[in-house]
């Protein structure tokens, strides 16, 4: 899995989510602080640093990018606010196609959490919502949605929390919030990993969330302890 360290950030310690497994490394890591670029206040891009490609990208401006703040976080505070996937030497946005997959993030909410669409896939259907502090909605492309609550309500004031969306080569859904697994509702959990889906967007439709690290493994390149 991924591992937690301390470090100093200039007066103030925080917890910081860094990789701590063996064998390959993931696919696709947006690291805070690192590889971004930006306009202004606002990130423009976001530089894979694991080992396939796709980049994310965003326009710059004041309307359309999310605001790049000092410690290498990114806020999405207006629905507007999108980062598309660009393969390398690519200038126009493609897709991030997942069948076998684990995705990480290091997040926090400043507002109300309602209806933000973490990540879309093409066509802009829900891939990661979360719908209230008490909900997550998963989506796999054209499949059912999953509606998962977790073990404790994700924090509204800023505090940063860690959350894994997954799905195995059985094809079973499992969400974990803070190291503590989520409850499925009445949806069977399981779709095929057949049913492979495109990643297109993080962030559009998602006000007052700040993004502070995220790591995808995809295929055979999952984290396994």
């Known amino acids: 899995m991924l591992g937690m360290q301390n ?8 917890t910081v989510w860094l990789p701590d497994r063996t064998g390959a490394g993931p696919t696709h ?17 976001w530089t894979n640093q694991g080992g396939g490609d796709f980049d994310l990208v965003a326009s710059g401006d004041n309307v359309n990018s999310p605001l790049l703040n000092s410690d290498g976080s990114i806020t999405f505070n207006a629905n507007g606010d999108v980062m598309t996937f660009v393969a390398d030497g690519e200038e126009e946005p493609n897709d991030l196609n997942l ?90 959990g399981n779709v095929s990993v057949e049913t492979t889906f495109d990643l297109a967007t993080l962030g559009q439709s998602c006000s007052g969330i700040t993004m502070r690290e995220i790591i995808i493994y995809d295929s055979g390149n999952r984290a396994t302890d």
């Open 99 to 188: 069948g076998e997959f684990e995705i990480w993030m290091r997040m926090s909410s400043i507002s109300t959490i309602n209806l933000e669409y973490v990540m879309e896939t093409n066509g802009g259907d829900l891939f990661i919502q979360l719908a209230t502090k008490d909900l997550i909605k998963i989506k796999i492309g054209e499949g059912d949605r999953h509606d998962y609550t977790p073990a404790a309500s994700m924090p509204e004031d800023g505090t940063p929390f860690n959350m894994m969306v997954a799905r195995n080569s059985a094809g079973a859904i499992t969400v974990f919030v803070d190291n503590a697994a989520a409850t499925l509702g009445t949806q069977s």
């Open 29 to 45: 890591w947006y690291r805070r602080g690192v590889g971004q670029g930006q306009s202004g206040s606002n990130i423009n891009s």
């Open 7 to 14: 470090i100093m950030t200039g007066s103030n310690m925080e």
